[in-house]
């Protein structure tokens, strides 16, 4: 009775939450009592269901209660405290509401930590020890605590259902098998949990390889936002730049028709002026002369007057014409006129430009609507086959070029090539002398080295490289027993099968590059979606030894 009691104690002065004595403790509206801070840990947790509920009864608060310590339990703990009473041992933890409880435990139970299939229960660590010792029980199947066990026992028989049946496809007892499934396809459930393990693993790796690909695809469009957003970028730089461009030399051209009106009008003017002072003073001397003769007429004296009459009657001739010929006052109108012809002109132009430029704009379509389906066996993509011969101006001088320029060998002495700005001076390599666009397929035939198949762009860059060290190159590398995509200067191994035939496929347009080791069937290596934004032109890369080959193939 006095241990009976002793346990009592130890139940009313335990938080239910941490299952040790209580600290601080505090009772909520419901009675239960907890640790200060557990019961408010515990309440942080829920403040996004916006709910304070009691982790025993479940009894909800709003709002929150405030917690005030309870001094009378607090000393009553302390009190028990020194009659040496302690908490449960960590190995005796009581089961929680989220816990899965022991089935044969009484009073207060303590959480299971196995739950068994055969019998069908749960224990705590104490009362699972009979299944480690008792050999019968040994032969039992542990799980994970679970509380799930009565789904496992079946309500006609009250057995465990360890058969299974295919034809009604459920779970069934030994019984069952016997009597209304008779005749029925059964098998043991771990027989069937076996087959449906492996079509798991096999949704599992469809799965997988799902989310591969669509990571994959996720990237894919990353990039393509990347390149949208950077082509954008570039494309409004530019044509900020062009406009800037025709502005100011707008502004030219209207500084210099001002310059040049101004010019004009001042020359004129000057031209106006003078000949109007001329013709001030000529009229100053008229006048002076009128004067005169009119002074002369009023001479009553007849002899001065005759006297006088010869010297003054006589007038200088004039330096202008009796009239003046003045254009008709257009005066600078035809300028005016020109200049509104031109804006006329510019509007025209802008207009018909501005519809193609709208237009190019719209027409940019990075996803296709509705791709060309890609070959799936050799006779398809040889409809796309295309001759392309190797480009003597690129080869690298180690590197010697034969049948008809579609055979490269790498050769331990330099060969003799003229001097040429695409020819490759750092690697052993060499590009096609044609450019590919569309839909193309070629093969090449390796020999006892190491080769590199490239697809790549034709410039000074390219020049500069080593095949899939850039952006503007795709390269995948074949070898005696491996194989590499490189590109960016990043390199993917594989270990796909490989023949002594690579096979490459372009669609330009669509932005799809693959590569594929030819046999008697077409394995895909690598495929590549982008966006190609120039012509392409293939290549080879060759690695030692000296006397490897590598040959453009005449497809048929």
Same mark, same amino acid.
């Given at each position: 009775?006095?241990?009976?009691?002793?346990?009592?104690?130890?139940?009313?002065?335990?938080?239910?939450?941490?299952?040790?004595?209580?600290?601080?403790?505090?009772?909520?509206?419901?009675?239960?009592?907890?640790?200060?801070?557990?019961?408010?840990?515990?309440?942080?947790?829920?403040?996004?269901?916006?709910?304070?509920?009691? &982790? %025993?009864?479940?009894?909800? +608060?709003?709002?929150? &209660?405030?917690?005030?310590?309870?001094?009378?339990?607090?000393?009553?703990?302390?009190?028990?405290?020194?009659?040496?009473?302690?908490?449960?041992?960590?190995?005796?933890?009581?089961?929680?509401?989220?816990?899965?409880?022991?089935?044969?435990?009484?009073?207060?139970?303590?959480?299971?930590?196995?739950?068994?299939?055969?019998?069908?229960?749960?224990?705590?660590?104490?009362?699972?020890?009979?299944?480690?010792?008792?050999?019968?029980?040994?032969?039992?199947?542990?799980?994970?605590?679970?509380?799930?066990l009565q789904e496992n026992i079946c309500t006609r028989h009250d057995e465990v259902m360890k058969m299974f049946c295919r034809t009604d496809q459920q779970c069934i007892c030994y019984l069952c098998s016997v009597d209304e499934h008779k005749g029925h396809d059964t098998v043991s459930a771990a027989a069937e949990r076996t087959e449906r393990q492996r079509e798991l693993e096999g949704s599992r790796h469809n799965i997988q390889q799902r989310i591969q690909d669509r990571e994959e695809d996720v990237k894919?469009?990353?990039?393509?936002?990347?390149?949208?957003?950077?082509?954008?970028?570039?494309?409004?730089?530019?044509?900020?730049?062009? +406009?800037?461009?025709?502005?100011?030399?707008?502004?030219?051209?209207?500084?210099?028709?001002?310059? %040049?009106?101004?010019?004009?009008?001042?020359?004129?003017?000057?031209?106006?002026k003078e000949l109007q002072e001329k013709l001030e003073q000529e009229i100053t001397e008229l006048k002076r002369k009128d004067a005169e003769l009119k002074k002369l007429s009023h001479t009553e004296d007849h002899n001065q007057f005759l006297h006088n009459y010869p010297s003054l009657s006589a007038l200088s001739e004039s330096t202008h014409s009796s009239s003046i010929n003045i254009q008709p006052l257009k005066y600078f109108e035809d300028v005016t006129a020109a200049v509104s012809e031109l804006r006329?002109?510019?509007?025209?132009?802008?207009?018909?430009? =501005?519809?193609?430029? #709208?237009?190019?704009?719209?027409?940019?379509?990075?996803?296709?609507?509705?791709? %060309?389906?890609?070959?799936?066996?050799?006779?398809?993509?040889?409809?796309?086959?295309?001759?392309?011969?190797?480009?003597?101006?690129?080869?690298?001088?180690?590197?010697?070029?034969?049948?008809?320029?579609?055979?490269?060998?790498?050769?331990?002495? %330099?060969?003799?090539?003229?001097?040429?700005?695409?020819?490759?001076?750092?690697?052993?390599?060499?590009?096609?002398?044609?450019?590919?666009?569309?839909?193309?397929?070629?093969?090449?035939?390796?020999?006892?080295?190491?080769? #590199?198949?490239?697809?790549?762009?034709?410039?000074?860059?390219?020049?500069?490289?080593?095949?899939?060290?850039?952006?503007?190159? =795709?390269? +995948?590398?074949?070898?005696?027993?491996?194989?590499?995509?490189?590109?960016?200067?990043?390199?993917?191994? *594989?270990?796909?099968?490989?023949?002594?035939?690579?096979?490459?496929?372009?669609?330009?347009?669509?932005?799809?590059?693959? *590569?594929?080791?030819?046999?008697?069937?077409?394995?895909?290596?690598?495929?590549?979606?982008?966006?190609?934004?120039?012509?392409?032109?293939?290549?080879?890369?060759?690695?030692?030894?000296?006397?490897?080959?590598?040959?453009?193939?005449?497809?048929?």
């Amino acid at each position: 009775m006095a241990q009976k009691g002793v346990q009592l104690d130890l139940d009313t002065i335990s938080c239910s939450i941490c299952l040790d004595l209580l600290k601080d403790p505090v009772a909520i509206p419901c009675g239960h009592s907890y640790c200060m801070n557990c019961i408010k840990s515990h309440w942080d947790t829920e403040d996004e269901k916006k709910t304070n509920s009691c &982790p %025993q009864c479940r009894q909800s +608060f709003t709002p929150r &209660p405030v917690l005030v310590k309870n001094t009378m339990l607090a000393d009553l703990v302390e009190e028990l405290k020194k009659t040496g009473l302690q908490a449960a041992p960590a190995d005796l933890c009581y089961a929680g509401p989220e816990d899965v409880a022991c089935d044969v435990c009484t009073g207060r139970k303590l959480r299971a930590v196995k739950s068994c299939l055969s019998c069908p229960a749960s224990y705590c660590e104490k009362h699972l020890q009979r299944h480690y010792e008792a050999a019968p029980l040994k032969k039992h199947k542990l799980v994970e605590p679970s509380e799930k066990l009565q789904e496992n026992i079946c309500t006609r028989h009250d057995e465990v259902m360890k058969m299974f049946c295919r034809t009604d496809q459920q779970c069934i007892c030994y019984l069952c098998s016997v009597d209304e499934h008779k005749g029925h396809d059964t098998v043991s459930a771990a027989a069937e949990r076996t087959e449906r393990q492996r079509e798991l693993e096999g949704s599992r790796h469809n799965i997988q390889q799902r989310i591969q690909d669509r990571e994959e695809d996720v990237k894919l469009l990353q990039q393509e936002v990347e390149a949208i957003n950077g082509s954008a970028d570039k494309a409004v730089e530019h044509s900020e730049k062009i +406009f800037t461009q025709l502005i100011r030399l707008m502004e030219e051209r209207r500084s210099d028709v001002k310059q %040049q009106v101004r010019s004009q009008q001042e020359t004129e003017v000057s031209r106006v002026k003078e000949l109007q002072e001329k013709l001030e003073q000529e009229i100053t001397e008229l006048k002076r002369k009128d004067a005169e003769l009119k002074k002369l007429s009023h001479t009553e004296d007849h002899n001065q007057f005759l006297h006088n009459y010869p010297s003054l009657s006589a007038l200088s001739e004039s330096t202008h014409s009796s009239s003046i010929n003045i254009q008709p006052l257009k005066y600078f109108e035809d300028v005016t006129a020109a200049v509104s012809e031109l804006r006329d002109v510019l509007q025209d132009i802008l207009r018909e430009t =501005w519809t193609n430029i #709208s237009l190019t704009v719209t027409q940019v379509d990075v996803l296709l609507s509705n791709p %060309q389906p890609e070959p799936e066996t050799r006779a398809a993509f040889l409809r796309y086959s295309c001759g392309i011969t190797l480009d003597p101006n690129t080869v690298n001088t180690r590197l010697l070029l034969s049948e008809g320029n579609r055979k490269v060998t790498y050769m331990s002495q %330099q060969q003799s090539y003229s001097s040429h700005p695409d020819r490759f001076t750092d690697f052993w390599q060499v590009l096609s002398r044609e450019s590919l666009s569309g839909r193309c397929y070629w093969e090449v035939k390796k020999g006892v080295g190491g080769l #590199s198949v490239v697809v790549a762009y034709k410039d000074s860059d390219t020049v500069a490289k080593r095949f899939g060290d850039n952006e503007k190159s =795709w390269a +995948f590398g074949v070898y005696k027993d491996r194989s590499e995509f490189r590109f960016n200067n990043k390199t993917t191994p *594989f270990s796909a099968p490989l023949s002594s035939r690579v096979g490459v496929y372009l669609d330009h347009s669509a932005g799809i590059l693959s *590569f594929y080791s030819v046999s008697e069937t077409m394995t895909l290596l690598r495929r590549v979606q982008t966006t190609f934004t120039q012509p392409l032109y293939a290549g080879l890369l060759l690695h030692g030894p000296p006397g490897n080959t590598a040959e453009l193939c005449e497809l048929n």
